[in-house]
T-cell receptor, first 111, second 111 residues
Framework: QKEVEQDPGPLSVPEGAIVSLNCTYS??????FMWYRQYSRKGPELLMY????GNKEDGRFTAQVDKSSKYISLFIRDSQPSDSATYLC???????????FGKGTLLTVNP | NAGVTQTPKFRILKIGQSMTLQCTQD?????MYWYRQDPGMGLKLIYY???????DKGEVPNGYNVSRSTTEDFPLRLELAAPSQTSVYFC??????????FGEGSWLTVV
C-alpha cells in the first residue's frame, strides 16, 4: 500500500462548480497536511496547511482532515478558470522534515 | 521578494556530460531540498539538507551529488548525465520542515 494515494484525474468542471479533491494515507504518524497548487510549467505553491484533524477555511478554499479515516480533502467553492492547475496533497509526521506527496490531481475549470 | 531561485531554467545536455543546477534562497531557511518531477510520477526527493554542512540522501539520489557550504545555497551536481535524468528539477526550502517553498523549476533534457 502506498503511503499517500491521490486520484490523478483529470477532473473537468464548469465554472462556478464546487470541486472536491481527496487523498488517503496509510501512515498514522502523519500530523501535518498541506495542499499545493501547481500551474503548468511552474513550481508548486503552498495553498493550505493544517495540523491534525479538523477544517480550515481560506476564502473559497476549505481543507478537511479526518485522521480517523486517514482521509484529507480540499474543497474549492465557486471554482474559476484560474483554478485550473494540478493540486498535490502532502503530509509529514512532524518529527520528520521530509514531506510525502501525492501524485497530484489535474483540474480544469471550463468557462 | 525572491524566495527560492533556481538556474538555469532550461538546459540540454549530452549523455556523459556533467552540470550543476544552482539554487539559492533568501529566507534564511535551514532546510533545503531537491526534487525531481516526472509525468505521472509525482515529486521524488533526491537530496535534502537540514543546515549548512549537513546533507542526506532522499529516495532517488543515484547519479547526483549536493553540497551545502552556506545556508543560502544548495547546488545539485549531475555527473555523467544519462537519459533517465531528463526531468524537471525543483529546489525547495523550509524554515521548520513542514511547509516548504519551491523554486520555479529547471527543465533538463539529456540527449
Amino acid at each position: 500500500q502506498k503511503e499517500v494515494e491521490q486520484d490523478p484525474g483529470p477532473l473537468s468542471v464548469p465554472e462556478g462548480a464546487i470541486v472536491s479533491l481527496n487523498c488517503t494515507y496509510s501512515n498514522s504518524a502523519f500530523q501535518y497536511f498541506m495542499w499545493y497548487r501547481q500551474y503548468s510549467r511552474k513550481g508548486p505553491e503552498l495553498l493550505m496547511y493544517t495540523y491534525s484533524s479538523g477544517n480550515k477555511e481560506d476564502g473559497r478554499f476549505t481543507a478537511q482532515v479526518d485522521k480517523s479515516s486517514k482521509y484529507i480533502s480540499l474543497f474549492i467553492r465557486d471554482s474559476q478558470p484560474s483554478d485550473s492547475a494540478t493540486y498535490l496533497c502532502a503530509m509529514n509526521g512532524g518529527s520528520n522534515y521530509k514531506l510525502t506527496f501525492g501524485k497530484g490531481t489535474l483540474l480544469t475549470v471550463n468557462p | 521578494n525572491a524566495g527560492v531561485t533556481q538556474t538555469p531554467k532550461f538546459r540540454i545536455l549530452k549523455i556523459g556530460q556533467s552540470m550543476t543546477l544552482q539554487c539559492t534562497q533568501d529566507m534564511n531557511h535551514n532546510y533545503m531540498y531537491w526534487y525531481r518531477q516526472d509525468p505521472g510520477m509525482g515529486l521524488k526527493l533526491i537530496y535534502y539538507s537540514v543546515g549548512a554542512g549537513i546533507t542526506d540522501k532522499g529516495e532517488v539520489p543515484n547519479g547526483y551529488n549536493v553540497s551545502r557550504s552556506t545556508t543560502e545555497d544548495f547546488p545539485l551536481r549531475l555527473e555523467l548525465a544519462a537519459p533517465s535524468q531528463t526531468s524537471v528539477y525543483f529546489c525547495a526550502s523550509s524554515r521548520e520542515g513542514n511547509t516548504i517553498y519551491f523554486g520555479e523549476g529547471s527543465w533538463l533534457t539529456v540527449v
